[in-house]
């Protein structure tokens, strides 16, 4: 059974960087992986997804040319580059995986399969 971690998180300023990552318990190199994260008082969004050969990437308009989704399955590990970090970025920030090899859409709904606990990013005001 796959199972999800999440790190990276923390407090930064306006225009720094993080590197989140997400580290899976049991074999990752089959799974589509998204990052999603939830501000405070909002619905949970995807941010980012990556597919099981790194092939294809897609990204939400509001993070496009700021964050880069990178996956190392040797490691079985997903990153989520974050650089020029703005305050509408702070949130609690998940990895997901959804069904192995499947045609998935860059969705919450696609990406039930397992969740990481989160962790979280603040850029300060």
């Known amino acids: 059974q796959l199972e999800l971690v999440e790190s990276g998180g923390g407090l930064v300023y306006p225009g720094e960087s993080l590197r989140l990552s997400c580290t899976a318990s049991?074999?990752?190199?089959?799974?589509?992986i998204a990052w999603l994260r939830q501000a405070p008082g909002k619905e949970r969004e995807t941010v980012s997804c990556?597919?099981?050969?790194?092939?294809?990437?897609d990204y939400d308009n509001s993070v496009k040319g700021r964050f880069t989704i990178s996956r190392d399955n040797a490691k079985n590990m997903v990153f989520l580059q974050m650089d020029d970090l703005r305050a509408e970025d702070t949130g609690v920030y998940f990895c997901?995986?959804?069904?192995?090899?499947?045609?998935?859409?860059?969705?919450?709904?696609?990406?039930?399969?397992?969740w990481g606990p989160g962790t979280q990013v603040t850029v300060a005001e």
């Open positions: 049991g074999s990752l190199p089959s799974y589509p």
């Open positions: 990556i597919s099981a050969k790194s092939t294809r990437k």
């Open positions: 997901a995986a959804a069904v192995p090899y499947s045609d998935y859409r860059c969705t919450l709904t696609d990406f039930q399969h397992a």
